[in-house]
């Protein structure tokens, strides 16, 4: 007899039957956070499938139970209570959907709930909120094949959320159905989409918000697109123009072959480029940014309730900590030490004015997380470890900024060492000189040994001064600050010591 499979209670499975591709995203509970530990995707095109009567046909049908049939597999090791399928648009259309369903759920052993356009932008919205941080309003987007989710909230709380009838598979079969790229094709799915985005531009944009975020595959290839091309990953309307003109050039879609774009992605690229041009237009959006998280990660958070943690930065600090063995005491030292080095500095650094204290709170307590490997190279370690390794509640810039300077507190300091971050490279020099100051104040690991201190900043100098005598009466700090100041000097700044 085979040895009988025991379900896994703390392992979740959520699959998302959408219009152009099934999703199955299975995650761990794990260190009060979620760690992914399976996706598979393929690429189904359900709304290719729809005639002018939304009946599905039997070709598309049996695409999806192909795919279904290979994700029944590993549904196998993950208890029923801890599945969840959901379906959006073109399953919501289909007159004939229950056929599709029946059959569907009969092959996964588990039921299929076909939620609205309004729940699948409000869980879309919790995805995002989940994997995100926005202190005010926040406008999320998501393309979808058959369906696009237009949505302003603040905190968890949806406050306006839509479901437009349009997606890239449904304006591919209607506006690029000769595969041709021209302006014609172009200029017509982009006004066929501002004309139903209109419906709702006017309540959005009196509403207004302080973020853009993009939660679909259409954003995220853009922005491959304009990393390939050594810009900035904020999507602005002049940037999806240049997109649009370079992708006309290659004239068909077959040919399409711009530097970043996948091939998984090619076949509906210029449609949800369209849609995402007429949003940008009809909403007056200035810039936008790739969400983290969308509907799959909305429905993994509702379904563990010991995520429902709002302090969503917290959450995944506390993860980090608790997984590599951190030494809290340590850390909340080096953290304390560094928002007191950044205040004392507040007049003439704008730190808290550049969003930086929280990142210079979770910088501080993550620095040591590559000790866990070796102490040697442990900053290096530490920055791998963030670089690879999701973070829920910062953005992707944060996230850079974040790995770039746990890798730079300590030992050697090169010159525009953060050139890469663009915007954010001087709140980076800001925090490493900091957070280096910090760890060293902090070496002894000890709270009643921590020194007076007094630092000031004028322009580029720190000038970090103690009580008279305690520098010679502490040879080995004074040793490695001194070394400090050597080590900024070269990198281009100044540290003075007395």
């Not at 200029?187 to 066929?192: H, K, L, R, T």
């Not at 563990?304 to 909340?332: C, E, W």
């Not at 969003?355 to 501080?364: D, E, P, R, W």
Request: proline residues 2%.
């Amino acid at each position: 007899m085979g040895q009988q499979l025991i379900p896994q209670k703390n392992v979740y499975a959520v699959i998302d039957l959408g219009s152009n591709s099934f999703h199955m995203l299975i995650a761990k509970s794990i260190a009060d956070g979620i760690q992914t530990i399976g996706r598979v995707k393929r690429k189904v095109r359900l709304a290719a499938g729809l005639d002018d009567n939304n009946v599905l046909s039997c070709e598309a049908m049996q695409r999806g139970w192909e795919c279904l049939a290979l994700f029944a597999e590993r549904l196998q090791d993950i208890p029923k209570k801890n599945v969840t399928i959901v379906a959006t648009a073109t399953l919501r259309l289909a007159t004939n959907a229950d056929v599709f369903k029946q059959k569907a759920e009969k092959i996964l052993g588990h039921k299929i709930n076909v939620i609205s356009g309004e729940l699948e932008a409000r869980t879309i919205y919790k995805g995002v909120a989940h994997t995100s941080s926005c202190s005010g309003n926040q406008l999320v987007i998501d393309i979808g094949g058959a369906s696009t989710e237009v949505v302003i909230g603040k905190s968890f709380d949806a406050l306006h959320y839509t479901s437009l009838n349009m997606g890239c598979v449904t304006f591919l079969e209607r506006y690029f159905k000769d595969q041709l790229l021209n302006h014609i094709n172009f200029n017509n799915a982009i006004n066929a989409a501002q004309e139903i985005v209109d419906d709702i531009a006017c309540e959005y944009k009196a509403t207004g918000w302080e973020v853009a975020s993009g939660a679909s595959g259409t954003v995220q290839a853009i922005q491959e697109i304009m990393v390939a091309q050594n810009k900035s990953d904020l999507l602005t309307l002049e940037k999806l123009n240049i997109i649009k003109e370079q992708a006309i050039a290659y004239n068909t879609i077959s040919a399409l072959a711009l530097p970043g774009l996948s091939e998984d992605r090619r076949l509906v690229f210029v449609s949800g480029l369209a849609i995402l041009i007429a949003l940008f237009k009809s909403l007056e959006i200035k810039k936008m940014g790739l969400a983290g998280g969308a509907l799959r990660e909305g429905v993994l958070y509702s379904m563990v309730p010991q995520l429902n943690s709002k302090d969503i930065r917290k959450r995944t600090v506390d993860g980090f900590m608790t997984r590599y063995h951190v030494d809290q005491k340590q850390a909340n030292r080096v953290c304390c030490l560094a928002l007191q080095l950044a205040e004392s500095v507040s007049v003439d650094w704008p730190i808290k004015e550049m969003q930086g204290l929280a990142l210079l709170k979770a910088t501080s307590k993550l620095h040591e997380l590559g000790l866990i490997i070796e102490y040697k190279q442990y900053h290096q370690h530490t920055a791998y470890i963030l670089e690879k390794t999701e973070m829920p509640g910062f953005s992707q810039s944060e996230h850079k900024l974040i790995a770039a300077v746990a890798k730079t507190h300590r030992e050697d300091i090169t010159p525009n060492c953060f050139a890469d971050l663009g915007a954010n490279s001087l709140l980076a020099q800001y925090l490493v000189r900091i957070l280096r100051l910090a760890v060293i104040l902090s070496m002894r690991r000890q709270d009643d040994v921590l020194p007076s201190f007094e630092l000031t900043a004028q322009n580029d100098e720190l000038n970090l001064k103690f009580a008279t005598n305690w520098l010679k009466e502490h040879p080995l700090m004074a040793s490695e600050l001194y070394q400090e100041s050597k080590q900024q000097e070269r990198a281009g700044w100044k540290l003075v010591v007395q």
